[in-house]
């Protein structure tokens, strides 16, 4: 019987390097993929993909699988890059794993992966899919502090019926562990950060690159000028570092946090202390909703949310729809709600889908 057929995402990293090795002993015809999605200033001096394709070819000989290359930089300038840059000239904080999973590793990678006769694609997400009555659901990795499925709330069914996370019932520590007992030459390397598929770069250097900035004021609530910021676009709700201002004239050492930007009079705010009652919000709004079974969750139901990565699970309830807009109530409240970002609603383990923070 002919064996199916399954496209690994590699990036040089060892979760999608073991994940390509589970799916070799399973049993499966499996073809490395190494997606270059970034061209710009891509040099030594950062995460360059060159190395990341060197330590994925590496692999790749091991395991004994072929490794194919495409480039996709066109694709995650017009759809991700795009966005990212439009989002933060309007003040907003965009989560560019988001859009970057939706529409080139589950979405441009997909379709390539089919044209090359794929049954379906692997990624080393810590994630997992189940099947219920005709159904796929996104579930959380099993690993806890990896679950990645907050970035995965925009797939819909095709894409999740396609899709296998050879590694999404490991935990990290068995997946660094598989990598070493196989010899896989990147057992050691550091989990990626930064932008997706662009890296870790000195943030306002790079933003300054595509996007004008106009210095101004740092206000407190009630008018007091307090500093000078560079630019809004590189602020965003909650940040404490590099705001470059100090105590106030009453003698309060506590530190200062972003609670908000007025754009029209480019004007940053700023309160002190982390516990300020500005920095907390009993409800959300949020906007270009995506549920991944496609109907919508029970208003007033208890759920769950995240609204930033790796943030213990919100209690919360789905308070009214209207069209493509939701308000999320939480029973508790909520630190540092940052426009841009995503809320993700949960029901237990299965991931329901989510949003865009509005306010």
Not at 178 to 186: D, F, G, S, V, W
Request: charged letters at 25%.
């Amino acid at each position: 019987m002919k064996k199916k057929r399954v496209i690994v995402g590699m990036s040089g990293g060892v979760d999608s390097s073991v994940a390509a090795f589970l799916l070799k002993q399973q049993g499966y015809d499996v073809i490395g993929l190494f997606m270059k999605n970034w061209e710009d200033d891509d040099t030594d001096a950062y995460c360059s993909s060159r190395q990341d394709f060197l330590d994925a070819a590496s692999v790749a000989d091991v395991i004994d699988i072929p490794l194919e290359v495409v480039n996709f930089s066109k694709e995650y300038k017009e759809r991700v890059f795009s966005h990212f840059l439009a989002e933060y000239q309007a003040g907003r904080t965009p989560n560019p794993d988001v859009l970057c999973n939706a529409e080139i590793k589950f979405k441009a990678f997909l379709d390539h992966a089919e044209n090359l006769g794929a049954d379906c694609i692997a990624t080393g997400h810590y994630a997992q899919v189940r099947k219920v009555n005709g159904t796929c659901q996104l579930l959380k990795g099993e690993d806890g502090n990896k679950d990645q499925s907050y970035f995965l709330y925009r797939l819909n069914q095709k894409q999740l019926a396609s899709t296998l996370f050879p590694v999404g019932h490991l935990y990290k520590r068995e997946v660094r562990e598989i990598a070493k007992a196989q010899k896989l030459p990147n057992f050691t390397k550091k989990d990626s950060t930064g932008i997706c598929f662009i890296g870790e770069r000195p943030f306002r250097e790079f933003l300054n690159r595509y996007l004008p900035h106009e210095p101004g004021e740092i206000q407190t609530l009630t008018g007091n000028v307090v500093g000078r910021h560079i630019g809004l676009m590189y602020y965003t709700i909650g940040q404490r570092q590099g705001l470059g201002i100090g105590g106030t004239r009453q003698g309060s050492d506590a530190p200062w946090f972003v609670v908000g930007k007025r754009m029209a009079e480019n004007v940053l705010v700023v309160v002190q202390g982390h516990d300020h009652p500005d920095l907390f919000r009993p409800t959300l709004t949020a906007t270009d909703l995506t549920w991944i079974s496609g109907k919508k969750p029970h208003c007033n139901w208890v759920y769950a949310a995240k609204i930033r990565y790796r943030q213990a699970d919100a209690p919360c309830a789905i308070a009214r729809f209207n069209h493509d807009f939701c308000e999320v109530d939480f029973a508790q409240l909520q630190w540092a709600v940052t426009p841009g970002q995503s809320v993700v609603i949960y029901e237990s383990k299965v991931c329901l889908g989510g949003g865009v923070i509005t306010g």
